[in-house]
């Protein structure tokens, strides 16, 4: 259930209301995702989003992809400082 | 238990590769070396599949540990087996797919995306398994006092009203039971679309007309979004 924390607001109705732009679909997102997370730690998230638009949005909007956006970033980064 | 190969075996896989994608010609090179030797045959190409289930396994293991804490029900040795099993399948569909390696990205992120994926699926699916999904198709209706406080957010409190009503008034039951268990109950969307028999991009597709309609509607209603999805 949610509190009263404004920040709670924002995340229930970012959850319903989705994205606004566009977005990639599922299928898009995976198959991009490699290119996406690989221009993300060496050339920033400025780059990757410019790159591949509506990347972004979908994982704003799709909490699975996002969860496989972060496991794959974070495996690629940790991979990267050894 | 969950199916897996015998620990440190690698499964066995059809080994009848014989062309090089034609994007072969521009990667870095450890990536060439990947991939020549994938698409290879002898022993070349069964020390590289050998590797390459150990990175899987090591990607699969990696996202394992990651979401630990919400598998408290599986026993220990159950991690490592579902490690093994994601490892298997990544192995499978990496092959498979080797000819749509296009250089895109480094091989080895394109290959851990795969086991990841494998492992993200297998734990939502364990952790959901055999529960009730809590999809309550009225439960939207109390999404206004949701808010603790209603009298010291009246934007916020007027906003959820206005959304509760787009939910009942604009989308369909079908949008509705998607976007409720999806949004508002937690129901991971893969594990939503295995029990209704569809596809995970099927199933966004719906949450995404959905939350279109429900946007439609109050912009219509002169409500400002500006801000409120996330993404921009």
């Known amino acids: 259930m949610m509190g009263s924390d404004p920040g709670e607001h924002r995340e229930l109705l970012a959850a319903l209301l989705g994205p606004a732009g566009p977005e990639l679909t599922c299928e898009e997102c995976f198959e991009q995702l490699d290119r996406y997370v690989d221009r993300e730690l060496v050339h920033g998230g400025a780059d990757a989003d410019g790159a591949l638009p509506g990347m972004r949005a979908h994982l704003a909007g799709c909490p699975a992809c996002r969860e496989d956006h972060e496991s794959l970033r974070e495996l690629v980064r940790t991979r990267d400082s050894r | ?232």
């Open chain 2, 1 to 232: 238990m969950l199916r897996s190969p015998a620990a440190g075996s690698v499964p066995r896989v059809a080994s009848e590769r014989v062309t090089i994608p034609a994007a072969a010609a521009r990667l870095d090179p450890d990536s060439r070396r990947w991939v020549e030797e994938l698409a290879g045959v002898g022993r070349a190409h069964d020390d590289a599949v050998a590797r390459l289930h150990a990175l899987l396994l090591r990607a699969a293991r990696f996202e394992v540990s990651r979401r630990r804490a919400g598998l408290s029900h599986l026993r220990g040795g159950d991690h490592d087996d579902l490690a093994q099993e994601s490892a298997a399948d990544a192995l499978v569909s990496v092959l498979e797919k080797l000819d749509d390696f296009r250089g895109e990205s480094r091989f080895t992120t394109w290959a851990y995306k795969f086991a990841l994926y494998e492992a993200a699926v297998n734990l939502r699916r364990r952790a959901w398994q055999d529960r009730e999904l809590p999809i309550e198709p009225d439960s939207w209706q109390q999404l206004a006092s949701r808010l603790a406080s209603p009298a010291e957010h009246a934007m916020e409190t007027e906003l959820l009203e206005a959304v509760q009503r787009a939910i009942g008034e604009a989308l369909s039951e079908h949008q509705r039971e998607v976007l409720v268990a999806t949004t508002l109950n937690g129901v991971p969307i893969d594990v939503l679309a295995e029990r209704l028999n569809t596809s995970r991009g099927a199933l966004y597709k719906t949450l995404h007309d959905a939350r279109r309609k429900l946007r439609g509607r109050l912009a219509d209603a002169g409500f400002d979004l500006a801000g409120t999805g996330g993404g921009q």
